[in-house]
């Protein structure tokens, strides 16, 4: 229920160009309690006043000089937010029908003719105020609840957001000493999205997905997975696995960021001439987010120390690429990634 006092103290805006007409609609709200009333017979000078989405009530007269309280009714028509409810009631000695048909047709929400009745006006502005704070006060929770909505789905992103970094720390306590492979992939992967033009949104959720591609790792043996040495015809096609492992983990999710990363997981070690794994894709069959993420693993791997393994420097690595370009990776790929280096817009970490 709307307060009283609250009522009370509602903007109410009174135009008319006979100043006697004025006074008495002042002098009739002043007796009923309202305290905050302004008055205006000059339409030009009170159009501002109108417009203002503070204001809860306007007493409006149609026959005025300059703008009449039908141009009125169209500026405040055109400048009112479809939800929002700003009364206008029409005071006019015009009763035809076709005034009163107009008036309502251009957004007034009431209309008395003059001379009127004092306890009509009385009851007509109080129900409008009433209704007015009551779109006020619902337009408020709205807003309170829209805004508890931003902050849980805010919340749930940031969890997300953590799980998905934890599962890719996950994956590197197997076989990176630096903790650090997969936060280089992803930044790497979103750079080289970025310079072959992919949309912002693309070039956020790779950046995101790309760290979980070897999350299929989990389920590889310490044995294979941490061999100083070669790996055996037997060893490997077990490694060969970690991609389908990882696609299973992250299979079924809604999640925007996992349905990539399952993308990237499954194909990330496919060639482009088609001799990859598992599913031997060739070319543009291959997704997008697998052939950058199986450059910058490759590189990123090549230019990093491990425990089977010295780091490359990083004009060797550059070359490596270059020179499997078209058969093991993607040459558009390579070139963007090439490009990075050649405008110093990356930095080797």
């Not at 902050?151 to 749930?156: F, G, H, P």
């Not at 299979?251 to 993308?263: M, V």
């Not at 780091?311 to 993607?330: S, V, Y």
Request: glycine share 6%.
């Amino acid at each position: 229920m709307t307060n009283p006092i609250r009522l009370l103290s509602s903007r109410i805006l009174i135009v008319d160009d006979e100043p006697a007409n004025v006074l008495l609609l002042e002098r009739l709200l002043e007796q009923l309690g309202y305290n905050n009333v302004e008055t205006f017979t000059d339409s030009v000078e009170a159009l501002p006043r109108i417009l203002d989405s503070s204001v809860d009530l306007v007493l409006l007269d149609i026959q005025m000089p300059q703008l009449s309280g039908f141009e009125i009714l169209e500026r405040v028509r055109e400048g009112k937010q479809e939800s929002e409810f700003r009364p206008v009631m029409v005071l006019t000695a015009d009763a035809t029908a076709a005034t009163k048909r107009k008036a309502l047709a251009l957004g007034a929400e009431d209309f008395l003719t003059k001379p009127f009745e004092a306890y009509e006006v009385a009851l007509r502005v109080k129900n409008l105020l009433r209704t007015r704070h009551l779109y006020k006060e619902i337009s408020f929770e709205n807003d309170v609840l829209e805004q508890r909505v931003k902050e849980r789905t805010r919340e749930l992103e940031e969890i997300q957001l953590e799980i998905v970094d934890r599962l890719g720390l996950a994956t590197e306590y197997r076989d990176d000493d630096t903790k650090a492979h997969t936060t280089r992939v992803g930044d790497l992967a979103s750079q080289v999205a970025t310079v072959m033009g992919l949309p912002d949104k693309y070039v956020s959720l790779i950046r995101l997905a790309a760290p979980l591609h070897d999350i299929g790792k989990i389920g590889i043996s310490d044995l294979i997975l941490l061999k100083a040495g070669k790996l055996t015809d037997e060893e490997f096609e077990t490694m060969k696995k970690h991609t389908e492992i990882g696609a299973s983990i992250l299979s079924g999710s809604k999640s925007e960021i996992l349905q990539l990363a399952q993308e990237i997981a499954i194909t990330h070690h496919e060639r482009w001439d088609g001799n990859g794994y598992p599913n031997r894709l060739k070319g543009e069959d291959i997704p997008l987010s697998g052939r950058i993420v199986s450059v910058v693993d490759v590189f990123d791997a090549l230019t990093h120390e491990r425990s089977y393994k010295k780091a490359w420097p990083i004009g060797q690595a550059l070359d490596e690429l270059r020179k499997n370009a078209g058969t093991q990776f993607d040459p558009s790929v390579v070139e963007a990634f090439i490009v990075l280096f050649e405008r110093n817009e990356l930095k080797a970490a």
